[in-house]
């Protein structure tokens, strides 16, 4: 048997309702071979139970089935787990409660074969409420950090990447629960621009529902954004990027964002992060008139600021 090329993680904490949902994707894909891990994360369901019995009744000559466990606590602690587990050339992280379309590893794969020099395959999601219609999430079809800055292009659930590119940059940030995929995203983007993206279909449905890993409020994982952003600065400090100063700037404005964002939740936190921001910015002229019309405009509940801030911050 040929052996496979990608394999795909999977972290799981309480999902024993959702899993054989996200599973019968992953069963379902036209690719073969493939390896799947799941990493239980010390769940007090019948999570990690599921998990061994979906290798048994499904593991074969070309769907091997990794189960693996991690005391530490966290998806990020998982999936660092599970990435020791791999030793496939590409890799696709995946969150427990989401579900690929069938064609989905197929299209990252051939996408790899015609691309032979990507390190990066990414593709559109579709964001599916509990409620309401699903909706294609916005995509930016980029290879440079500053969208991914603005609208985290390389979500967890949007792409496939070499394994040996995830290693390289440290893998995934385990000290800190939010925004840890926008963080990975941008230390992938600082070291490689060789990215392809397939537009449509879209590859994967996320589920929006109040248990899931992102959760819904700002203001309830401040603290985790602010070291997601300090990380970034310490980031592109250590890169090679040619505009080091327009990437401070950028990581800036977008923690200003997060200030109005929870002003507008009623939340302390907006006007701490907003004074915070301030000190930090320093005397830096343009960011000082700028920065406190963002926190404003942001938190009266105006969107689509990066776009100023994309022409502004030059």
């Given at each position: 048997?040929?052996?496979?090329?990608?394999?795909?993680?999977?972290?799981?904490?309480?999902?024993?309702?959702?899993?054989?949902?996200?599973?019968?994707?992953?069963?379902?894909?036209?690719?073969?071979?493939?390896?799947?891990?799941?990493?239980?994360?010390?769940?007090?369901?019948?999570?990690?139970?599921?998990?061994?019995?979906?290798?048994?009744?499904?593991?074969?000559?070309?769907?091997?089935?990794?189960?693996?466990?991690?005391?530490?606590?966290?998806?990020?602690?998982?999936?660092?787990?599970?990435?020791?587990?791999?030793?496939?050339?590409?890799?696709?992280?995946?969150?427990?409660?989401?579900?690929?379309?069938?064609?989905?590893?197929?299209?990252?794969?051939?996408?790899?074969?015609?691309?032979?020099?990507?390190?990066?395959?990414?593709?559109?999601?579709?964001?599916?409420?509990?409620?309401?219609?699903?909706?294609?999430?916005?995509?930016?079809?980029?290879?440079?950090?500053?969208?991914?800055?603005?609208?985290?292009?390389?979500?967890?659930?949007?792409?496939?990447?070499?394994?040996?590119?995830?290693?390289?940059?440290?893998?995934?940030?385990?000290?800190?629960?939010?925004?840890?995929?926008?963080?990975?995203?941008?230390?992938?983007?600082?070291?490689?621009?060789?990215?392809?993206?397939?537009?449509?279909?879209?590859?994967?449905?996320?589920?929006?529902?109040?248990?899931?890993?992102?959760?819904?409020?700002?203001?309830?994982?401040?603290?985790?954004?602010?070291?997601?952003?300090?990380?970034?600065?310490?980031?592109?400090?250590?890169s090679r990027y040619p505009d080091k100063r327009r990437?401070?700037?950028?990581?800036?404005?977008?923690?200003?964002?997060?200030?109005?964002?929870?002003?507008?939740?009623?939340?302390?936190?907006?006007?701490?992060?907003?004074?915070?921001?301030?000190?930090?910015?320093?005397?830096?002229?343009?960011?000082?008139?700028?920065?406190?019309?963002?926190?404003?405009?942001?938190?009266?509940?105006?969107?689509?600021?990066?776009?100023?801030?994309?022409?502004?911050?030059?």
């Amino acid at each position: 048997m040929e052996p496979s090329k990608i394999a795909i993680v999977i972290p799981v904490y309480n999902r024993e309702k959702e899993l054989a949902r996200t599973f019968a994707s992953i069963v379902a894909q036209t690719y073969r071979p493939l390896h799947v891990v799941l990493v239980d994360n010390g769940s007090t369901d019948r999570s990690l139970a599921l998990c061994q019995e979906l290798k048994v009744r499904y593991e074969s000559d070309d769907f091997a089935v990794t189960v693996a466990q991690e005391a530490k606590r966290g998806p990020s602690a998982a999936r660092n787990k599970g990435l020791t587990y791999v030793e496939e050339e590409f890799v696709s992280f995946f969150d427990s409660d989401d579900t690929y379309a069938p064609e989905a590893i197929a299209l990252y794969m051939q996408a790899f074969e015609q691309n032979p020099s990507a390190d990066i395959v990414g593709c559109t999601v579709e964001m599916v409420p509990e409620k309401d219609r699903p909706y294609l999430a916005k995509a930016v079809f980029s290879n440079r950090v500053e969208p991914h800055l603005f609208h985290c292009t390389l979500g967890t659930q949007r792409y496939a990447v070499r394994t040996a590119l995830v290693r390289a940059v440290g893998g995934w940030h385990e000290d800190y629960g939010r925004w840890v995929d926008w963080n990975l995203g941008i230390r992938l983007l600082l070291s490689t621009h060789r990215v392809v993206w397939i537009k449509r279909p879209p590859l994967v449905h996320i589920f929006l529902h109040a248990d899931s890993i992102t959760g819904y409020h700002y203001s309830t994982g401040a603290s985790y954004i602010l070291q997601a952003i300090a990380h970034a600065h310490d980031d592109v400090e250590q890169s090679r990027y040619p505009d080091k100063r327009r990437l401070h700037r950028l990581l800036f404005y977008k923690q200003m964002v997060v200030a109005g964002l929870c002003r507008r939740e009623k939340s302390e936190r907006g006007a701490e992060i907003y004074r915070l921001t301030m000190e930090q910015a320093g005397h830096d002229r343009t960011l000082r008139w700028f920065l406190p019309l963002v926190y404003h405009y942001v938190s009266w509940g105006g969107r689509g600021s990066a776009i100023l801030a994309g022409w502004l911050l030059h």
